[in-house]
């Protein structure tokens, strides 16, 4: 094995030729890789070589010799040090564009893809307070106890009273609650040695303007009385216990202080109950346009059954339901299935059903079960499908699908496994959900190459919990009859 070009500590110079979706710049020493975070593609830096592989490098930023036209002032003080903001140095233009060439690159250089069918990203027009959730930890830092973010892979706190990406009555709760911290002289929650009481503020606020707050401690809450009247602006205030050693924001136990116990929220003409645990979108606007350019290519008619694979609390699932004759929902999480159950009341929805259930378990028995699908939507987490997600739906007969991903790289692993089986890539539609921060959200849609798909006898590979149903039952939705 040859010895690196680089070493750690050296100082070099280098141009950048390229920036990953992460933000990190990347330059070659003698063909070698060296990724320097907060580089532009064209810049040249001078770099403090600060760890070395095998096969690449990694540097610190110590001057931008000649900076890139798209480089600009960040709008947060805190860009340099906060692990929020990828592209807080970047024109908004330049984020879309490297957003856009890595969905590419990854269907190409992974997926396998000769050319990829791309739609220009749809972008914001105004990237700035454009988060209607935030998290803060709250911990001890070199200017006392505070919220903040942590650092880019550390759990080193960074102070941070205004964020420019969250939404100013999310940062104004936020204050509230550090302010009745100072006065109540509430210790700050360490991680490292499980002492202190406040851990976390967690606020959202909904599209009509109402706002929830969930504090979070370890053991009781103190001075709660206090904590009321300095949220009093709050539409709804929880207190959360968690008492586990653990980095998961919340525990088990909410209890309501003062206000709602649900608030209401409106996305592509669908109402939602939040309740502290709802999952949504936190970037309500660009949500619609993923949400429609997938129900686009899909296009679901109102003779077919279409399955909803990673549903969470259901919202593509009743968009769905608007057009299509049936559809079946499945999400693993109990909880975004009672949501899912509850916002198809709400809404009036009757050809919406939910199964609770491991999507590599249930659409596998689904499609032994001979269950008719006729079209079918996947929005799985980063990791991408799961193997036995990717076998049934080779074997389902569909002959069209729409993939939503949040991770370019997964997709197009996906999408190679799915087009060795048939399917061929006709659209591909990158989303710019976060504005600022390294991801992207893309909308891809597959038809499958063969006119006259036969279905065959599918037989799950692994059918270890089908054991478990001797009767070999078929599976029963949650909120059929």
């Given amino acids: 094995m040859s010895k690196a070009p680089v070493e750690k500590n050296e100082e070099l110079e280098l141009t950048i030729d390229s920036v990953t979706l992460e933000g990190a710049g990347v330059g070659r020493v003698d063909g070698f890789a060296l990724f320097v975070p907060g580089a532009l593609a064209g810049e040249r830096v001078r770099v403090h ?10 540097g610190k930023l110590l001057e931008v010799v000649e900076p890139s036209l798209h480089r600009m002032e960040p709008l947060c003080p805190q860009n340099a040090r906060c692990g929020g ?3 807080g140095h970047a024109t908004y233009e330049e984020e879309l564009r490297i957003k856009e ?6 269907l190409t250089r992974l997926g396998g893809l000769g050319e990829v069918p791309l739609r220009p990203i749809l972008g914001m027009d105004s990237p700035e307070r454009y988060r209607n959730k935030g998290a803060f930890p709250y911990g001890m830092t070199d200017e006392g106890p505070a919220f903040g973010f942590f650092a880019p892979r550390s759990h080193r706190l960074v102070p941070v009273e205004d964020c420019p990406i969250e939404q100013e009555p999310v940062c104004r709760a936020v204050q509230a609650v550090k302010d009745w911290a100072d006065r109540c002289h509430i210790p700050p929650y360490d991680e490292r040695t499980g002492k202190g009481t406040l851990r976390h503020a967690v606020v959202r606020v909904t599209t009509e303007g109402e706002l929830m707050a969930v504090v979070v401690t370890k053991g009781d809450l103190p001075h709660r009385r206090e904590l009321t009247v300095a949220l009093s602006f709050a539409d709804s205030v929880y207190w959360n216990r968690n008492d586990k050693n653990t980095n998961v924001i919340f525990g088990d136990s909410f209890f309501l202080l003062a206000g709602k116990a649900t608030l209401e929220e409106t996305l592509c003409g669908i109402r939602f109950e939040v309740s502290p645990r709802s999952f949504l979108q936190v970037n309500p606007t660009q949500t619609e346009k993923l949400y429609g350019a997938a129900l686009e290519m899909l296009s679901p008619q109102p003779h077919e059954t279409v399955a909803d694979v990673y549903c969470g609390i259901g919202t593509i699932s009743l968009l769905l339901a608007r057009k299509a004759g049936r559809v079946i929902g499945i999400e693993v999480v109990p909880e975004a299935v009672e949501n899912a159950k509850s916002n198809a009341l709400l809404n009036g929805i009757e050809n919406a059903s939910f199964l609770c259930a491991p999507a590599e378990e249930a659409l596998p028995k689904l499609v032994a079960q001979g269950q008719t699908i006729d079209c079918l939507i996947v929005d799985p987490p980063r990791k991408g499908c799961d193997p036995q997600v990717i076998d049934a739906i080779l074997a389902s007969g569909i002959r069209r699908m729409v ?3 949040c991770n370019p790289a997964t997709l197009a692993r996906d999408v190679k496994l799915l087009t060795a089986g048939g399917f061929t890539v006709q659209t591909v539609q990158p989303v710019d959900m976060f504005p600022r921060c390294g991801h992207v ?6 038809y499958h190459q063969k006119k006259d798909f036969i279905s065959v006898p599918y037989e799950p590979k692994n059918t270890d919990y089908l054991k478990k149903d001797e009767s070999d039952e078929q599976i029963e939705f949650c909120g059929e009859e």
């Avoid at 060439?101 to 990854?106: I, M, P």
């Avoid at 959200?441 to 597959?446: A, G, I, P, R």
Wanted: aromatic share 10%; with cysteine.
């Fill in 49 to 58: 070589v600060i760890k070395v592989t095998a096969s690449y490098a990694v």
């Fill in 85 to 87: 903001c990828a592209f």
């Fill in 101 to 106: 060439r890595q969905v590419v690159e990854a």
């Fill in 403 to 405: 993939y939503v991903s």
């Fill in 441 to 446: 959200e893309t909308v891809c849609c597959l």
